[in-house]
């Protein structure tokens, strides 16, 4: 196992976590980055981005983060709370009329934040190519009636989320969720992230391998919310090797990037809104983030999840870190992003290699704990 890139003194056992991950837990490729009061400390990866493990895994190889994807909405939601242009205790229909059709018009910006506005799945199984439609995306959900009383209890909106809350930015900026992304966040900060992948960065797409166990199987009733959830899209695997896939904007699933961007998009957040010179949001700004808006079963995910503005929150049940004042998430197949604003630390692990876990990921895991031991905590 070869490691390349750069790695502090102090964070040594970070690099030892992260080889265990390819002689232990079965890595093929990926990513490590970890960011302390806004300097790189770790920027490490190795392995390869195909299966066959002929191609290495280079500095700028990219791949498919799915829902680490959706950090980057809860940000420019965030920015745009900051600047005044959006409410985040506003109804929805006030961005987008025809959202407050069916029983929806008290559905609020911080419900579809917090996955509780009742709008987990679309309103029957999608074809991929209606996933890459916007306007149609978005007209099934504005139609559909909520499945729960908003508020009243998470529900994972595992992909709709992109789309409810990519949709009231465009509202207000005009712009698709991607180019807003692009041009107030990643062009500032240089982040090598995309949610709509230009096809002059495909051939450093990493492919991302199938989990090597089997799937367990769930005897999930098909009416059931999880069962509408996951039975109603098909999205895993060769999906995401296609040109439809990379460049459509699906901003709670097919965001493209590497560990180090992923930092580099959230790093503001765990330092006051300022990062690499760029203020891309005020310290209040950053501080609202951490109100918690849910706390208890998740209807979809069939687990505790603390829910605040976007990001969840750590939990007994999900000790992603020590710091009463972090945030985080991950993505299906293990990449994950953590920003603890106690610390000013921001670290994210993005790989090819997937698992069926969508959360706690025993690798992300694994370097996330060699991060805080490694500064005593």
């Given at each position: 196992?070869?490691?390349?890139?750069?790695?502090?003194?102090?964070?040594?056992?970070?690099?030892?976590?992260?080889?265990?991950?390819?002689?232990?837990?079965?890595?093929?490729g990926?990513?490590?980055?970890?960011?302390?009061?806004?300097?790189?400390?770790?920027?490490i990866?190795?392995?390869?981005?195909?299966?066959?493990?002929?191609?290495?895994?280079?500095?700028?190889?990219?791949?498919?983060?799915?829902?680490?994807?959706?950090?980057?909405?809860?940000?420019?939601?965030?920015?745009?709370?900051?600047?005044?242009?959006?409410?985040?205790?506003?109804?929805?229909?006030?961005?987008?009329?025809?959202?407050?059709?069916?029983?929806?018009?008290?559905?609020?910006?911080?419900?579809?934040?917090?996955?509780s506005?009742?709008?987990?799945?679309f309103?029957?199984?999608?074809?991929?190519?209606?996933?890459?439609?916007?306007?149609?995306?978005?007209?099934?959900?504005?139609?559909?009636?909520?499945?729960?009383?908003?508020?009243?209890?998470?529900?994972?909106?595992?992909?709709?989320?992109?789309?409810l809350?990519?949709e009231?930015?465009?509202?207000i900026?005009?712009?698709?969720?991607?180019?807003?992304f692009?041009?107030?966040?990643?062009?500032?900060?240089?982040?090598?992230?995309?949610?709509?992948?230009?096809?002059?960065?495909?051939?450093?797409?990493?492919?991302?391998?199938?989990?090597?166990?089997?799937?367990?199987?769930l005897?999930?009733?098909?009416?059931?919310?999880?069962?509408?959830?996951?039975t109603?899209?098909?999205?895993?695997?060769?999906t995401?090797?296609?040109?439809?896939?990379?460049?459509?904007?699906?901003?709670?699933?097919?965001?493209?990037?590497?560990?180090?961007s992923?930092?580099?998009?959230?790093?503001?957040?765990?330092?006051?809104?300022?990062?690499?010179?760029?203020?891309?949001l005020?310290?209040e700004?950053?501080?609202?983030a951490?109100?918690?808006?849910?706390?208890?079963?998740?209807a979809?995910?069939?687990?505790?999840?603390?829910?605040?503005?976007?990001?969840?929150?750590?939990?007994?049940?999900?000790?992603?870190?020590?710091?009463?004042?972090?945030?985080?998430?991950g993505?299906?197949?293990?990449?994950?992003?953590?920003?603890?604003?106690?610390?000013?630390?921001?670290?994210?692990?993005?790989?090819?290699?997937?698992?069926?876990?969508?959360?706690g990921?025993?690798?992300?895991?694994?370097?996330?704990?060699?991060?805080?031991?490694?500064?005593?905590?």
């Open positions: 196992m070869e490691t390349h890139g750069h790695c502090d003194d102090r964070f040594a056992r970070v690099r030892d976590a992260f080889e265990e991950n390819f002689t232990q837990r079965g890595d093929i990926a990513c490590f980055a970890v960011t302390l009061e806004g300097e790189y400390v770790v920027d990866w190795g392995g390869h981005r195909d299966t066959e493990r002929s191609k290495p895994w280079q500095e700028d190889t990219i791949v498919n983060v799915y829902s680490t994807t959706k950090t980057m909405t809860f940000l420019s939601a965030l920015m745009l709370s900051d600047r005044g242009q959006l409410d985040l205790e506003a109804p929805v229909a006030d961005y987008w009329p025809e959202f407050a059709a069916r029983g929806k018009e008290n559905v609020r910006v911080k419900h579809c934040l917090s996955h506005a009742g709008l987990p799945g309103s029957r199984p999608f074809e991929n190519a209606e996933l890459y439609d916007w306007d149609f995306a978005c007209a099934d959900l504005a139609g559909q009636a909520p499945w729960w009383e908003p508020g009243a209890q998470s529900g994972y909106h595992a992909i709709t989320q992109g789309y809350i990519g009231v930015i465009r509202r900026t005009g712009k698709s969720f991607g180019t807003f692009r041009e107030e966040v990643a062009e500032k900060v240089g982040a090598d992230f995309h949610i709509g992948v230009d096809r002059k960065h495909f051939d450093r797409i990493a492919d991302l391998a199938s989990p090597a166990e089997d799937m367990p199987i005897e999930m009733d098909p009416e059931s919310i999880p069962g509408r959830v996951f109603n899209l098909d999205i895993i695997g060769d995401t090797r296609t040109d439809g896939w990379r460049q459509a904007e699906i901003p709670a699933a097919n965001g493209h990037g590497n560990a180090r992923v930092v580099r998009a959230q790093t503001a957040m765990a330092n006051g809104g300022s990062a690499f010179g760029e203020q891309l005020s310290a700004g950053c501080q609202k951490l109100e918690l808006q849910t706390d208890g079963m998740d979809v995910l069939m687990q505790p999840v603390r829910f605040a503005m976007g990001y969840a929150l750590p939990s007994t049940e999900i000790p992603v870190s020590p710091s009463p004042h972090a945030l985080w998430w993505g299906a197949g293990g990449s994950t992003i953590v920003v603890d604003l106690d610390t000013h630390l921001c670290f994210s692990y993005v790989m090819n290699q997937m698992t069926h876990q969508i959360l990921d025993p690798r992300g895991g694994s370097l996330g704990k060699a991060v805080y031991e490694s500064l005593g905590l």
